[in-house]
């Protein structure tokens, strides 16, 4: 699976941006897609996960109320709309996939190239 993100921007606190994953490949083997994001010195981290059906979600609990994380698999997409964004969001985010679902916080087996979201206070 290939994946690509994009969204990313330079944002002040409080407002919205919206990233979105394209995925091509082996669409079939995909059963979860989830946002991580790594800010400057620090570990990559989970953001959220949705499983491919629909059926699932899980958030990080600094991303609880803010994001929403949602597919498309008509368009084999997925997007995560970030509101009330604040300058600790900053953070290079990637998106990636899991064949499944147990596998998608721990373990994704693809993941995009990341995008950048700068949030100025």
């Known amino acids: 699976v290939q994946l690509q993100a994009s969204g990313g921007g330079l944002v002040q606190a409080g407002t919205s941006l919206r990233l979105s994953c394209a995925a091509s490949?082996?669409?079939?083997?995909?059963?979860?897609m989830g946002w991580f994001r790594q800010a400057p010195g620090k570990s990559r981290e989970f953001v959220a996960a949705i499983a491919w059906d629909g059926g699932n979600t899980i958030y990080a609990d600094s991303a609880k109320g803010r994001f929403a994380i949602s597919r498309e698999n008509a368009k084999n997409a997925g997007y995560l709309q970030m509101n009330s964004l604040k300058p600790e969001d900053t953070a290079v985010y990637y998106c990636a996939t899991a064949p499944s679902w147990r596998y998608i916080r721990i373990g994704p087996s693809s993941w995009g190239q990341g995008t950048l979201v700068t949030v100025s206070s």
């Open positions: 490949g082996r669409i079939s083997s995909i059963d979860a």
